[in-house]
């Protein structure tokens, strides 16, 4: 059977990059704004993102279980059964959005404290978190229908609902934080302010590209429904992407509670550097989404050798852009880091630690790629399995006693070292062709009904 006509994978990776970026670029500039306040709201900024990116692991359990199945039944020319899954996403974002919204609410010093944060800042972090609260539940409908939009190629759009709402959100939070005439603004609280705003702008949006792209349009009842036979392609497939998510971002809580430990310059030394790490791997994230869109609806049509092929070439060209980007980094981190702080020590610090990161960037690219490879295969439950140790040993343990001995350099170098561990592991798995009965499975299970 030839193989069908299918955009090439630069052009689903450029747009996606461009949503990435648009994304951190606004967190550096919220971070920016929080460092000119005080570099205690800077802490805060980045410790309530870093928290707030681990409870997302909720919304990420739909957005990654939706994408694979989605793009695997489009694959398999199953369309009326990937609008019905798509709808039935709704109502599984509204029940685990109002769940991350009480965590928020009633449960925010409970966790500040759990993750050591300085005495300083819990009094402006915590009211912070609860202002954070609706936004949360608007970002799960975001992320889960940005998602379907991309599984359907739609990533154009996509990235223009993201450039308008990143732009509503820049547009608030400048005078909303820093004031204006004279009035004093909301300082930190008025990022979160912002950020709701732009995210209602992004989920409406959202729904004129369903209606207008797909003939989406969903109903009052597909906001409130949790429909679980539909929906149990998508558990199996999220759950366990979601559980490895889960279990690093467990372990990163106990590193974060390691820098916070060090006091309130390390705290905001280790959130400049991995905001600035973010544009580090901008691109070989980007490539690991557009392989698993493409991936998955190769294994539908039971092109199994075509994925093959395109997740080694783009293996190399993550490699090869991280690594690049990486150096760059460092080389001139002491301009760079100007923009956030004038601190001489603080500069040196966040300099040594990037020239630790290009080694980091390098493992990080075989999880970022290979896993999302091997996710739109079906291949799920050995990302897991393989992690967890890394998780627990490496990450956690590891962050808890060399920065003991090291301080913030020792927990980049356990930063490094888990991530080549874990792709190391997951190359394997790719190459030795592990993950071909799972695509089997899954090509199966689109044609049987």
Known sequence: MPLP???????????????????????????????????????????????????????????????????????????????????????????????????????????????????????MVAPYLQLLAPAAMMDGYNLTMAAILRAHLHVRDSLRVMIVMHCVHLALAVPLMLGVGEWEGFGLYGFAQALFASRAVGLTLH?????????????????????????????????????????????????????????????????????????????????????????????????FRQAHELVRKSLRNGLLASCSMALIAALTAPWLMRI??????????????????????????FNLVVTAALRATGDVVYPVVASVGSFAFVLGLGSYFLSRVFGLPGIFIVYAADEWVRGLLMLSRWQWRGWLPHARSAQRRVRER
């Open 340 to 365: 956030f702080t004038k601190d001489p020590a603080v500069i040196h610090a966040a300099q040594t630690l990037l020239w630790i990161a290009i080694g980091l960037e390098g493992g990080r690219v």
């Open 5 to 123: 006509n299918r955009p090439r994978i630069n052009a689903i990776a450029g747009p996606i990059l461009g949503e990435f970026l648009l994304a951190y670029t606004v967190a550096i500039i919220g971070l920016w704004l929080a460092s000119h306040t005080s570099d205690g709201a800077a802490a805060s900024l980045g410790l309530a993102t870093q928290l707030l990116e681990s409870l997302y692991v909720v919304f990420r359990v739909l957005a990654i279980g939706m994408g694979v199945v989605i793009t695997q039944l489009l694959g398999g020319e199953q369309t009326d059964r990937a609008r019905t899954t798509a709808l039935a996403g709704l109502g599984a974002c509204t029940w685990s959005g109002l769940g991350l919204v009480a965590i928020l609410l009633l449960a925010n010093e409970l966790i500040l404290d759990l993750l050591n944060a300085p005495d300083e800042i819990v009094p």
């Open 207 to 303: 729904l004129w590209l369903w209606r207008r792209r797909m003939k989406l349009i969903p109903t009052r009842r597909d906001w409130w429904k949790f429909q679980p036979l539909i929906l149990a392609p998508v558990l199996r497939i999220g759950l366990p992407g979601a559980s490895a998510e889960l279990g690093y971002r467990a372990a990163f809580m106990v590193s974060l509670a390691s820098v916070a430990r060090l006091g309130v310059v390390a705290l905001a030394t280790h959130s400049y550097v991995l905001q600035l790490l973010r544009y580090v791997f901008l691109i070989s994230l980007a490539i690991g989404w557009a392989v698993e869109i493409m991936v998955g609806r190769l294994v539908g049509a039971g092109y």
